[in-house]
């Protein structure tokens, strides 16, 4: 979730030009909606990807092995279905590709600096903290790591709650 959040909030920061920032966060928080529907349908085939994974094979191999699709075009053809933008369909069909569009490109420094926060992505282990990424510029435009932080407390909190002003950041 603090995953998808971050990514979210940080492609939504960084929406390139022509890109709507709306459009950025959509795209943020829903490339691995494949992996969110593969884990609800089979919660102990998706198990296994991620104990797969955590022994170190590729996680999107493991994807394809169990269920003969991996999570990124999975969620590319639910996008599809639900009609949504091009622009996200292809980030979330992409995002572990090296996709070279804008949005994409958005989205893979996104991940980075989520995983440099120790922020893992539910399969993956958060690797070591990278202090580089507390001063990365994409970073900064949300107010550093405690601005993203609190972005996604407010969100996760308002899953929770009725109650709740959006950062300020958000407002307005």
Do not use: K
């Amino acid at each position: 979730w603090r995953h998808l959040l971050g990514s979210a909030v940080l492609c939504e920061a960084g929406a390139p030009t022509g890109i709507a920032p709306e459009a950025a966060f959509l795209a943020g928080m829903l490339h691995n909606i494949g992996r969110l529907v593969m884990a609800v349908q089979s919660p102990s085939r998706y198990r296994q990807v991620v104990d797969a994974a955590q022994s170190g094979i590729d996680a999107s191999a493991a994807e394809r092995s169990l269920f003969g699709i991996d999570h990124a075009a999975f969620g590319a053809r639910i996008c599809e279905r639900w009609q949504l933008p091009q622009e996200g369909t292809t980030v979330v069909g992409g995002h572990h590709a090296g996709a070279t569009d804008p949005l994409s490109l958005t989205l893979s420094q996104a991940r980075a600096i989520i995983g440099g926060l120790g922020i893992g992505d539910g399969v993956h282990r958060p690797d070591q903290r990278d202090p580089a990424m507390e001063e990365h510029p994409l970073l900064a435009e949300v107010d550093g790591r405690e601005g993203l932080m609190a972005e996604i407390r407010w969100f996760r909190e308002a899953t929770t709650s009725r109650q709740g002003t959006p950062p300020r950041r958000m407002a307005g």
